[in-house]
């Protein structure tokens, strides 16, 4: 064989393997959405067979879009085929930060100021490439699937011992079911502020269930869904007492679930 044509076959046994190695990686990033998800990958388009669409199943927005492209297409100077991946980007500094980094391109045939294109040839790893499509399914589901997924948080919650004994709710069990809050899901994190006479923060729970299904009513209460909290520290009464938490953290009332200042959240730990 000549040189010649030994170069020619070492250039497309290159091009095979990074070819291989593409669709290697797409297959990870499908299984990996598949798996995490539960979402399948849709072709729309006859004209475009190699393209695939991954959506929401409840509000239908995309969160990311793969396909192949030649590379000129993306301002490269070649016309080797490459696999590529859309996805959602809100962050316009980060965005500017990644379009210098190799492996990163304005969003292919999408808005280029809230999409960005990253290549699927190994150029940026596996994992930061599900990083973000983590951020690109959050930045486009719907709003109650977005509260599935955001961090935990620290809430006070009321308890009014007219209605319930709350001194003793943890007597006989370190877990019991409560009123599910607006806005409370599961690993989050609730400070039991039970009213007068107690007047004070006697529970901090961990949330372990959340929607339990559950209706009632009366002339003072309503009750619509059910959550397991699970006891985690006690407080003594006149630690965390109501004209405390108004003095020193500016809270005057705790009628409904509400969040809490840092310092307050400190002192609690």
């Not at 490269?76 to 980007?89: G, H, P, Q």
């Not at 943890?170 to 006479?197: L, R, S």
Request: a positive charge; proline letters at 4%.
């Amino acid at each position: 064989m000549y040189n010649g044509e030994r170069d020619l076959a070492n250039v497309n046994l290159t091009k095979t393997n990074r070819k291989m190695q593409c669709m290697d990686i797409r297959q990870d990033i499908e299984k990996f959405i598949s798996e995490k998800y539960n979402v399948s990958p849709e072709y729309l388009w006859k004209r475009y067979p190699g393209f695939a669409v991954f959506r929401h199943e409840d509000n239908r927005k995309w969160f990311a879009l793969t396909g192949n492209i030649t590379k000129d297409k993306l301002g490269m100077a070649s016309t080797e085929d490459v696999y590529l991946i859309n996805v959602k980007i809100d962050d316009l500094m980060l965005r500017d930060i990644l379009l210098h980094q190799p492996g990163y391109f304005p969003g292919y045939h999408m808005n280029k100021r809230s999409w960005i294109a990253i290549l699927l040839d190994g150029t940026v790893s596996f994992d930061e490439v599900c990083r973000m499509i983590d951020t690109s399914f959050e930045l486009t589901a719907s709003s109650k699937k977005k509260q599935k997924f955001r961090p935990s948080k620290e809430w006070i919650i009321p308890a009014n011992p007219k209605y319930y004994d709350v001194e003793h709710a943890f007597d006989n069990a370190d877990e019991i079911d409560w009123k599910q809050g607006a806005g409370i899901i599961k690993g989050d994190t609730v400070f039991m502020y039970v009213g007068a006479p107690v007047s004070a923060i006697l529970y901090k729970c961990k949330v372990t269930e959340v929607d339990i299904p559950y209706n009632y009513e009366d002339k003072n209460l309503k009750i619509k869904a059910l959550m397991k909290i699970k006891l985690q520290k006690r407080y003594q009464p006149d630690e965390f007492t109501f004209h405390r938490l108004k003095s020193e953290y500016g809270i005057c009332a705790v009628r409904g679930p509400r969040g809490i200042p840092n310092s307050l959240s400190a002192a609690l730990k």
